[in-house]
């Protein structure tokens, strides 16, 4: 059963940072891309980030290119996102989702299992 699970979210002052984890069971990270994905109120879902494969490549949308990163820990299955720097923003549901494609130019595409998003609020 493929499950993805994130954690790590929470309330931050701006220019602070926070590393979201997301795990991953029925499946291996090398056999997929797995891309972060951000909701805020209001707004349609944004793909912010990608890493496929192995050596992994990795794909950061513009708003938090620099910012950001993205890594894979395959012996424990999981999708790290490292955020610094952060913004008012970037106050949103942050989520993790299998993907089965990955591009250069719009990161992971055809996602099809999705975790339970944890919220992030970037507020002083």
């Known amino acids: 059963q493929v499950q993805l699970v994130e954690s790590g979210g929470g309330l931050v002052q701006p220019g602070g940072s926070l590393t979201l984890s997301c795990v991953a069971s029925?499946?291996?990270?090398?056999?997929?891309?797995i891309g972060w994905f951000r909701q805020a109120p209001g707004e349609e879902r944004e793909g912010i980030s990608c890493?496929?494969?192995?050596?992994?490549?990795?794909y950061y949308a513009d708003s938090v290119k620099g910012r950001f990163t993205v890594s894979g820990d395959k012996a424990k299955n999981t999708v790290y996102l490292q955020m610094n720097g952060l913004k008012p923003e970037d106050t949103a549901v942050y989520y993790c989702?299998?993907?089965?494609?990955?591009?250069?130019?719009?990161?992971?595409?055809?996602?099809?299992?999705w975790g339970q998003g944890t919220q992030v609020t970037v507020s002083s």
């Open positions: 989702a299998r993907a089965t494609g990955y591009s250069d130019v719009r990161g992971c595409y055809n996602m099809d299992f």
């Open positions: 029925g499946f291996t990270l090398d056999s997929y891309p």
């Open positions: 890493i496929s494969g192995s050596p992994p490549l990795t």
